[in-house]
């Protein structure tokens, strides 16, 4: 079996999980070490190609299913075409669109976006992706 190279990572919640106070991180007067984002739930991300002003997005952890994304990294269009998912399997499964996405800051990412979805059973997720390696593709007509 040929090891799969990890170009980053993905995690996803509902948005109100992510509002949600977390009054346990201030139980530890002394923090430990960050565990990893494997460790922390986050899906591995196996591919990650831009094509013109989209980014795909390819994430799979066992258990929760298979992700594929696409997403505009360059503009983020107010009720327009800003990208759409599909999760296959775990608590998630199902399709939608992006409402929302917006590129930030992240020391431990080259590339780091914080998104926000709708789908047609009306759940609400907020999606963080960081990545590390984009790969360009102008020939894929996926």
Same mark, same amino acid.
């Given at each position: 079996?040929?090891p ?28 430990d070490?960050k ?10 991300i ?11 997005v390819?994430?799979?952890?066992e ?5 594929d ?7 983020n ?11 296959t399997?775990?608590q ?8 929302n ?12 976006? +914080?998104?926000?979805?709708t789908?047609p059973?009306?759940l609400?997720?907020r999606?963080? +992706?960081g990545?590390n390696?984009? +790969?360009?593709?102008?020939?894929d007509?996926s």
């Amino acid at each position: 079996m040929i090891p799969t190279v990890i170009k980053g990572y993905l995690f996803i919640q509902t948005v109100a999980a992510y509002q949600k106070p977390k009054f346990d991180e201030y139980d530890d007067p002394v923090p430990d070490l960050k565990p990893s984002y494997a460790a922390r739930g986050w899906h591995p991300i196996t591919h990650s190609i831009k094509k013109e002003e989209f980014l795909k997005v390819y994430a799979e952890r066992e258990g929760a299913g298979r992700v594929d994304v696409r997403f505009n990294i360059q503009t983020n269009i107010p009720d327009g075409d800003n990208g759409s998912y599909q999760i296959t399997g775990g608590q998630f499964a199902g399709q939608g669109k992006f409402v929302n996405v917006a590129t930030k800051v992240n020391f431990d990412f080259k590339h780091f976006f +914080v998104c926000y979805s709708t789908s047609p059973n009306g759940l609400f997720l907020r999606w963080q +992706v960081g990545v590390n390696e984009i +790969v360009d593709n102008v020939t894929d007509d996926s």
